[in-house]
């Protein structure tokens, strides 16, 4: 017997929710505190989860798969961009690299949301540092690998056949 479309989606909530306790054990037992773009990402990977599991709960037959699966996709597409632009500030020359701004916290209290989205995009000096890697490569290229496999997951249930 072969994963169905419920248990699927159950297994990238349960992936989404161990990213997200990773990335709060790095934050509390760790000490990373995260950038404004980390932050970001954090939001595409509850947004997939929270998706994924809602889906779950529905259990969707084919049309449903390829509503919810596409939402997912969009969620985790939306999260990869904000780890490629991370990883892109991050392999900046030192010269090039934007100046730190102020914190998330007090753009969000002094700034329209789109201002806070346009100024998170486009990066600071706290989200190029590298302050921890695994086997060589910083937490947004692992992030960006989940996104990758979130994407792949996601596209396989909607492109298989059975349910």
């Not at 950038?35 to 049309?63: D, T, Y």
């Not at 991370?86 to 090039?96: I, T």
């Not at 201002?115 to 000096?125: A, F, M, P, Q």
Request: proline share 5%.
């Amino acid at each position: 017997m072969g994963l169905s479309n419920r248990q699927g989606f159950l297994l990238i909530a349960a992936a989404c929710a161990g990213a997200m306790g990773f990335a709060l054990f790095a934050q509390y037992q760790l000490g990373l505190e995260p950038c404004p773009l980390c932050i970001f990402q954090r939001i595409g990977v509850i947004a997939a989860g929270v998706v994924a599991l809602v889906a779950a709960l529905v259990n969707p037959g084919r049309c449903g798969v390829r509503a919810w699966g596409g939402l997912t996709i969009l969620a985790a597409l939306g999260g990869l961009s904000v780890s490629l632009r991370q990883l892109w500030l991050q392999h900046l020359p030192a010269d090039q690299v934007p100046a730190c701004g102020p914190g998330l916290e007090f753009l969000m209290e002094s700034s329209p949301l789109t201002e806070v989205i346009s100024k998170v995009l486009k990066g600071s000096g706290e989200c190029a540092s590298v302050d921890w890697t695994f086997l060589g490569m910083a937490m947004p290229f692992w992030v960006a690998v989940f996104f990758v496999g979130v994407i792949g997951f996601a596209g396989w249930l909607l492109a298989r056949k059975s349910a």
